[in-house]
């Protein structure tokens, strides 16, 4: 399955040029164009769905989230660590509708829980209904 408008699946396709740095019959991982961290790669499916919950196959999960490990060793991630994020939907700010998850390395990164999370975070009255 492919989408013609969506940009990874061109990608993916071979379509449009990128910065390979992992491909096989399954996924293709690149280099992010607008990267946060000395290392961010992106890894995808070269099949099209939105997003995680797109009723992605458990095989298509396995194959993007087994490159995981074949991309970290060939960015020099493997000793000092990584992390992954995979954004799903308008919410997680994703700005690409095709699964994809980030490699991000090559420097310290806070935890989550010490990152400014700004107002969207300070909702637990609303969440739990105080």
Request: hydrophobic residues 30%; aromatic residues 4%.
């Given at each position: 399955m492919k989408d013609e408008n969506c940009i990874f699946c061109k990608i993916g396709a071979g379509e449009i040029p990128t910065s390979k740095v992992y491909e096989?019959?399954?996924v293709i991982a690149f280099d992010d164009m607008e990267p946060l961290m000395p290392v961010h790669t992106l890894i995808i499916p070269k099949e099209h769905y939105a997003n995680v919950g797109d009723n992605?196959?458990?095989?298509?999960?396995?194959?993007?989230?087994?490159?995981?490990?074949?991309v970290a060793e060939i960015k020099g991630l493997t000793e000092r660590g990584y992390r992954l994020l995979?954004?799903?939907?308008?919410?997680?700010?994703?700005s690409v509708k095709h699964l994809h998850v980030h490699l991000l390395g090559g420097g310290h990164m806070p935890r989550p829980n010490d990152q400014d999370w700004g107002t969207a975070a300070t909702n637990a009255d609303q969440i739990h209904g105080e």
């Open positions: 096989d019959e399954n992605v196959p458990e095989e298509t999960l396995g194959h993007v989230f087994g490159a995981v490990r074949k995979v954004n799903t939907g308008e919410d997680a700010s994703q």
